[in-house]
T-cell receptor, first 114, second 113 residues
Framework: EPEVTQTPSHQVTQMGQEVILRCVPI?????FYWYRQILGQKVEFLVS????????KSEIFDDQFSVERPDGSNFTLKIRSTKLEDSAMYFC????????????FGDGTRLSIL | KQEVTQIPAALSVPEGENLVLNCSFT??????LQWFRQDPGKGLTSLLL?????REQTSGRLNASLDKSSGRSTLYIAASQPGDSATYLC????????????FGQGTTLQVKP
């Protein structure tokens, strides 16, 4: 069964450095998402992406964050200047439609900011 | 503002028991509700998506029900097994219809052999 894949599984970065988290969504899906989960907290929405543009972003997704679909298969999340509070598990998800189809999640990237 | 709550936060049962996990939401204008399973350190596995027009959805030993008017969904697990031990999350789409999901905090289930 097709699945969403994320790399790396764990990223350790110094505060202030840039990080890029990578995702390969399911190939026939058109909607892409990033979520994050701080340890012990709820899964939180960051951004949704469709037709090469952001559909919606949360308050968390400030100008330090950006997303890109550089080619037909990858979907990336960039954090320009990381902060300690960016430490979390970041999940990529994709779906065929935005409201009546399930979202499928990757295994996540654990981001640790030192 | 949509709020999703799951009770209980944790549950421990002996193997073989039937059990019910609860999910409640404050805004009943939802398109659907999705149940996920999360194993420790892993991603979310989609279990069931129940549309707003449906009252129930079944997959194997899992049965999800939805009562929009009361803002509730339940996930029923029949004949629980140790392999069912995980955190179960429910999520509903935001009114914005951009696919944004709002999650509950999850119920952590332990099934003891």
């Amino acid at each position: 069964e097709p699945e969403v894949t994320q790399t790396p599984s764990h990223q350790v970065t110094q505060m202030g450095q840039e990080v890029i988290l990578r995702c390969v969504p399911i190939s026939n899906h058109l909607y892409f998402y990033w979520y994050r989960q701080i340890l012990g907290q709820k899964v939180e929405f960051l951004v949704s992406f469709y037709n090469n543009e952001i559909s919606e972003k949360s308050e968390i997704f400030d100008d330090q964050f950006s997303v890109e679909r550089p080619d037909g298969s990858n979907f990336t999340l960039k954090i320009r200047s990381t902060k300690l509070e960016d430490s979390a598990m970041y999940f990529c998800a994709s779906s065929r439609a935005n409201s009546n189809q399930p979202q499928h999640f990757g295994d996540g990237t654990r981001l640790s900011i030192l | 503002k949509q709020e999703v709550t799951q009770i209980p936060a944790a549950l421990s049962v002996p193997e073989g028991e039937n059990l019910v996990l609860n999910c409640s939401f404050t805004d009943s204008a939802i398109y659907n509700l999705q149940w996920f399973r999360q194993d420790p350190g892993k991603g979310l596995t989609s279990l069931l998506l129940i549309q707003s027009s449906q009252r129930e959805q079944t997959s194997g030993r899992l049965n999800a029900s939805l009562d929009k008017s009361s803002g509730r969904s339940t996930l029923y697990i029949a004949a629980s097994q140790p392999g069912d031990s995980a955190t179960y999350l429910c999520a509903v789409p935001h009114r914005s219809n951009t696919g944004k999901l709002i999650f509950g905090q999850g119920t952590t289930l332990q099934v003891k052999p």
